[in-house]
């Protein structure tokens, strides 16, 4: 006999309006007969307009994975399941997408028709984290869903403790600002770590993210605990012909006000001649003149990434961005790539070795100091990395000789 | 161990290699991108330094999908996008047109289909969310429904670009705020301490973590009716919640105590000015679902204000910066109290230090 779906009248509300209903989708799989997750959804249903009514969630975690792996799978026991049967367990597997979030209709259909015969049928794109989440599915069929999504070329994504999945940008595939190969770093990365994703270990998660340059599109700097941003050293390209067209274009007045005053660092001014003016050694590379102009100029040739570590939001000691570790990393060559992949390897070492349960390396680092965790890392210090030397006069400098020492030979055997 | 019943060891794929699933156009030209811009809302267009072109058709979508909706997207790009697509990290479908031709039709189909074109440039863009009733395990309101009864509301601005500059929002169904930093915020605000039951703690939570977890010290060991449990100085206790997910018996979530609030100016770009965080604008509204009218209500009265006053390229914060907060509360009538005062570590850094006022 069919399962009679509940009624449902405040998730009802949901599916008038413009923007696509997820409730829509839900009932759609609840009736799909033919499917084994209809029943599933028809509860699942239920117990979430039971908590529209109560303003109550009734999701509590528990244990559970697949063979081999230690993590990847959240899972969901309904506090409810008394009235809910069929979605008393409704676990969600995190899987980690193609870099850059690339798909085949191909595979998106392969993953829908897996889904359909192991799960729910409801599959989020995707979490914030960057992972495919398959949600809902009972503990049994936790495992079969995730062989025959392994058996298609995917993997499974991070949770608890652990390095968790990644993101990269849409970068090199379909953007000219993008500074350096996202796919390859973050691919390379990831995977030379793999064994902490799989394995959770760590004294907590940490989460690496990859941007082609300073727009940052996928929001490192206040999510990553390593934020891989990409940036240049030398001078912007800029083509003064397409310049002079825009300015043709738009007006020097509008011009002036969106593009030569809103320059933070003073940098621009417009020449008589309706050419740009470019003080390189002024510009911070914060994109704004490339993202309005985005024909005449360009970032310069000379690429690679800037590195800042430590952001995480709330929890405990509040939110924190990440700061700069090193200013600058070439990345061009497979000897660059590979003192990426050295110094992430480092840094999760450093990581598990270092932090005290349940600390982020933000906290990490601000509990010991930054520049202790720089020396630990044999990473030189840079005036890149504050905002201003310190105001306060309570520190030791019986040593400072030694360490002007270092930085005047640093800066010469650095010196191109 | 019998070989029928052993389960099968996973092959160590790690992240997936994406240009099997890559548009051609993309792949073909993978470094090598000149310059951009954007024919119409929800339309990017795309130019390589060898001449290739590619038009990019940017669709909104609930995010949460049945295989039927991701289905019907894989029948939309097999028919004008060559069979590939990808998402943004806003949950926005992207599909790759090889010819301007195909853009008008895909929109079309698009439309026809229930998803919306848009969220490039100066619009709002998709909220980025949370999981929720529908999922989490600590949620002290939905994401999907509150996301949905947003976008509802915006669907005019994720349509078009009549914004000074891009918009960011973001909701979080707790103040873990996975959801993220946004130009405005829409986050859980718990206002009253966790209500422990205390039968439940002894077995449940790990008591030493929990102490450890709180942020201000107010959670100690303690005894009650007999059993080991922990007790709370409800004084000193701030809300926060964060001992509720390694302790779930002590229930930070009630009846009509679960609040939002709303928060406005964080910035993930570096361009002009660096990344900021959300300030807390308004609080206390009402988790009313299904569609949180009086929370849509204020993030629709910001964007007005913003929209009206903004500058071109400003960011809202970047505006809120130029006219000033007291400015910013007249227009968007909304109250400053002393809970904006910031009072966490390193909170005179929010202080005004100076003689710079707005009349």
């Not at chain 2, 946004?182 to 030493?208: F, M, S, W």
């Amino acid at each position: 006999m069919t399962k009679k779906s509940h009624d449902t009248p405040l998730l009802d509300e949901l599916k008038s309006g413009p923007w696509p209903s997820f409730v829509e989708g839900l009932e759609r799989l609840a009736k799909d007969e033919e499917k084994p997750g209809a029943d599933m959804m028809k509860d699942l249903l239920g117990q979430l307009e039971h908590s529209y009514e109560t303003r109550r969630g009734y999701w509590k975690g528990g244990t559970v994975s697949v063979f081999g792996y230690g993590g990847g799978v959240i899972p969901r026991f309904s506090e409810v399941a008394a009235d809910y049967p069929e979605s008393s367990e409704f676990h969600t597997l995190r899987v980690q997408p193609p870099a850059g979030m690339h798909y085949s209709t191909k595979l998106l259909r392969d993953m829908c028709d897996i889904w359909e015969e192991h799960g729910s049928g409801l599959i989020a794109l995707h979490g914030q984290s960057g992972d495919i989440m398959f949600q809902g599915c009972t503990t049994d069929n936790v495992q079969p869903a995730f062989d025959d999504l392994n058996k298609i070329g995917l993997d499974m994504g991070g949770a608890g403790p652990a390095l968790r999945t990644s993101m990269s940008c849409v970068g090199h595939a379909r953007c000219e600002q993008s500074c350096y190969d996202e796919v390859r770093a973050h691919r390379e990365v990831i995977n030379g770590l793999l064994d902490e994703m799989h394995r959770p270990a760590l004294p907590y998660k940490f989460k690496f993210k990859f941007s082609g340059c300073p727009n940052d599109c996928v929001n490192a700097i206040h999510r990553a605990d390593m934020a891989v941003i990409g940036t240049w050293r030398d001078d912007m390209q800029v083509d003064q012909e397409e310049v002079k067209k825009h300015v043709a274009k738009v007006g020097r007045k509008q011009m002036i006000d969106t593009v030569v005053s809103m320059c933070p660092t003073r940098a621009l001014s417009l020449n008589d001649d309706d050419t740009l003016d470019v003080d390189d050694k002024s510009c911070v590379r914060c994109m704004h003149c490339i993202n309005v102009m985005t024909k005449a100029l360009s970032p310069g040739k000379d690429r690679g990434v800037t590195i800042l570590m430590g952001g995480k939001r709330s929890l405990k000691i509040g939110d924190q961005m990440g700061t700069v570790i090193h200013p600058f990393l070439k990345l061009e060559t497979d000897e660059d790539y590979e003192k990426l992949n050295e110094f992430a390897e480092e840094c999760i070492d450093f990581f598990a070795e270092n932090a005290l349960e349940h600390e982020r390396i933000g906290e990490t680092i601000d509990r010991i100091g930054l520049a202790n965790f720089l020396e630990a890392l044999d990473v030189p210090v840079d005036p890149n990395m504050v905002n201003h030397p310190r105001t306060s006069s309570y520190v030791r400098t019986d040593d400072w000789d030694i360490e002007a020492e270092k930085w005047f030979e640093h800066k010469k055997a650095t010196a191109k | 161990m019998n070989d029928a019943v052993m389960p099968r060891r996973p092959d160590e794929h790690g992240v997936p290699d994406p240009f099997p699933y890559m548009h051609p156009t993309l792949k073909d030209n993978y470094g090598n991108w000149a310059w951009h811009d954007r024919p119409r809302p929800g339309v990017l267009h795309h130019v390589a330094h060898g001449g290739d072109e590619i038009w990019t058709v940017r669709a909104g979508t609930q995010r949460q999908m049945d295989v039927g909706t991701i289905r019907k997207l894989c029948d939309l790009a097999d028919e004008y996008a060559d069979g590939f697509l990808r998402f943004t990290t806003r949950s926005n479908a992207e599909f790759m047109c090889t010819t301007l031709d195909k853009t008008g039709p895909l929109i079309e189909a698009l439309n026809e289909a229930g998803f919306p074109v848009g969220g490039t440039g100066n619009s709002v863009s998709m909220i980025s969310h949370t999981q929720g009733w529908l999922h989490c395990d600590i949620p002290g309101t939905d994401a999907s429904g509150v996301v949905k009864s947003l976008m509802d509301e915006l669907h005019h601005e994720f349509t078009h670009e009549e914004m000074p500059n891009r918009v960011r929002l973001t909701t979080s169904c707790c103040q873990i705020n996975c959801g993220g930093q946004g130009d405005i915020a829409i986050n859980v605000q718990y206002t009253k301490p966790p209500k422990i039951n205390h039968d439940l703690v002894a077995n449940v939570c790990e008591r030493p973590a929990v102490v450890a977890r709180c942020p201000v010290a107010a959670i100690r060991p303690a005894q009650v009716n007999g059993k080991p449990s922990l007790e709370v100085d409800e004084k000193k206790c701030i809300c926060c919640g964060a001992c509720y997910p390694p302790c779930p018996p002590m229930q930070i979530n009630g009846d009509d105590s679960t609040k939002l609030a709303i928060w406005v100016g964080g910035k993930h770009s570096n361009a002009r000015s660096k990344p900021t965080f959300h300030k807390l604008v308004a609080a206390n509204l009402p988790n009313n679902a299904p569609r949180w009218p009086e929370v849509a209500a204020i993030v629709k009265r910001i964007l007005q204000a913003y929209k009206e006053d903004a500058q071109a390229w400003e960011r809202l914060g970047e505006w809120i910066e130029r006219i000033g907060w007291s400015r910013f509360f007249e227009l968007t009538d909304l109250a400053f109290t002393k809970h904006q005062i910031d009072d966490w570590t390193g909170a005179r850094q929010s202080l005004n230090a100076s003689a710079h006022l707005h009349f």
